[in-house]
C-alpha cells in the first residue's frame, strides 16, 4: 500500500488523550479503519521510563495484529528500539538530518506549519508532512497560530506533491474540507480517543471519495 494510503486516517494518541485504558482505544480505533497509528505521550501527566515503553509495546502489538504502521512521535531512541515503522518529529526537534541518520529508511514525519518549513523538512529528508493546525484545539497546549485548511492550498500550489496529512482540531464535520484542501487523509488526535464510533465514520466519509458515484 503506498504511503499516500497508509495516511488518509492517521490516528495519533497518547494515554493523556484517553478516559479509558489505550489499549481499548486504539484496538477500537483500528476496528473502526484508522490506517496509520502515532504513538504520542505528551502533556500532564505522561507516562514515562518503564511504564511508557510497556504501553509502547502493547500498542504496537495491536497496530501489527492489524498490519497498521506504528510511528512514534519525537522518541527516536524508543522508536529503534521497539523497532517501529518510523518517528514523528517537529521543526524545532533535534535535528532533523540527524533523525534521519539515526532510523535509516525508516518513516520519516515532520511538521510543517506553512510552504517554507515544508519546503525546508522535504530538503531534510521527510517522508510525509503533518501541517496544522487547521482548526482551533487544545489537545497540545503550545499551538502555532491556526492558518486553516488554506495553508495545504499553498504548499500544493507551491508545486509540492510530498504525502501530507492535516492536523488540529479535525472532526467530523470539517475532515472534507481539509482532504479538498489538498492533504492526503487527516490526522486526528481527541475526536477518535474521546467519542467511540468516530473512527468508523471518518473511515467511511474518507473512502466514499474514491467511491464512482461521488459527488463532493
Ligand atoms: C499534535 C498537534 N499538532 C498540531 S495540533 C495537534 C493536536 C491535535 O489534536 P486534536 O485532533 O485533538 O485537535
Ligand atoms: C505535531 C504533529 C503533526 N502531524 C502529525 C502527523 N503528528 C504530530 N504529532
Do not use: W
Not at 494510503?5 to 473502526?32: H, K
Not at 496509520?36 to 511508557?52: D, S, T
Amino acid at each position: 500500500m503506498k504511503l499516500k494510503e497508509q495516511l488518509e486516517l492517521y490516528f495519533v494518541m497518547g494515554s493523556v488523550n484517553c478516559d479509558r485504558d489505550p489499549r481499548e482505544v486504539l484496538t477500537e480505533a483500528l476496528e473502526g479503519g484508522v490506517t496509520m497509528f502515532q504513538f504520542r505521550e505528551k502533556g500532564e501527566p505522561c507516562l514515562e521510563g518503564e511504564a511508557k515503553l510497556e504501553l509502547a509495546k502493547d500498542l504496537q502489538k495491536i497496530c501489527q495484529q492489524f498490519s497498521v504502521p506504528f510511528i512514534v512521535n519525537d522518541d527516536v531512541e524508543l522508536a529503534l528500539l521497539l523497532n517501529a515503522d518510523g518517528v514523528h518529529v517537529g521543526q524545532e526537534d533535534d535535528d532533523i538530518e540527524e533523525v534521519r541518520r539515526r532510523i535509516g529508511t525508516k518513516l520519516l514525519g515532520v511538521s510543517a506549519h506553512n510552504v517554507e518549513e515544508a519546503k525546508r523538512a522535504i530538503a531534510l529528508g521527510a517522508d510525509y508532512l503533518g501541517v496544522g493546525p487547521m482548526f482551533l484545539t487544545t489537545t497540545k497546549a503550545d499551538i502555532r497560530k491556526v492558518e486553516g485548511p488554506n495553508v495545504l492550498k499553498k504548499i500544493r500550489t507551491a508545486g509540492i506533491t510530498i504525502p501530507l496529512v492535516g492536523i488540529g482540531g479535525i472532526k467530523l464535520n470539517n475532515a472534507s474540507e481539509v482532504i479538498q484542501a489538498g492533504a492526503d487523509g487527516i490526522a486526528v488526535i481527541s475526536a477518535i480517543s474521546r467519542v467511540p464510533g468516530t473512527a468508523r465514520k471518518m473511515s467511511n466519509l474518507l473512502r466514499a471519495r474514491h467511491d464512482p458515484e461521488f459527488v463532493e
